[in-house]
């Protein structure tokens, strides 16, 4: 059973940082492609960030590119999402996920955190 857990949410002023993590448990982390997710209220989820097995290659929507970087750290089982620069169209609960494959697949994630709420306010 893979659980994904996530923290680091929270409360940021526009254009301040947070750092969100996501620790694994139940599989071998090093395996999958990890990715971030975010849900604004009223609307669907949405793709936000993915990195493969590896960590050497990453994927991003258009509206946080060079404002957010992924990361991970297999030795720890953890996968990272550093914001910068946030807005307050940032503003949604984030869910971390786990890939079904090594590489990035979009499409392909089977694994869900419960989600850390982040609130940018304007």
């Known amino acids: 059973q893979v659980q994904l857990v996530e923290s680091g949410g929270g409360l940021v002023q526009a254009g301040g940082s947070l750092r969100l993590s996501c620790a694994a448990s139940g599989r071998t982390f090093s395996n999958y492609a990890m990715g971030w997710f975010r849900q604004a209220p009223g609307k669907e989820r949405e793709f936000v960030a993915a990195i493969s097995w590896s960590g050497g290659s990453t994927l991003y929507t258009d509206a946080v590119k060079g404002r957010f970087t992924i990361s991970r750290d297999n030795a720890k089982n953890t996968v990272y999402l550093q914001m910068n620069s946030l807005k307050p169209e940032d503003t949604a609960v984030y869910y971390c996920?786990?890939?079904?494959?090594?590489?990035?697949?979009?499409?392909?994630?089977?694994?869900w955190g419960q989600g850390t709420q982040v609130t940018v306010s304007s």
């Open positions: 996920a786990a890939g079904r494959y090594a590489i990035v697949v979009v499409t392909m994630f089977d694994y």
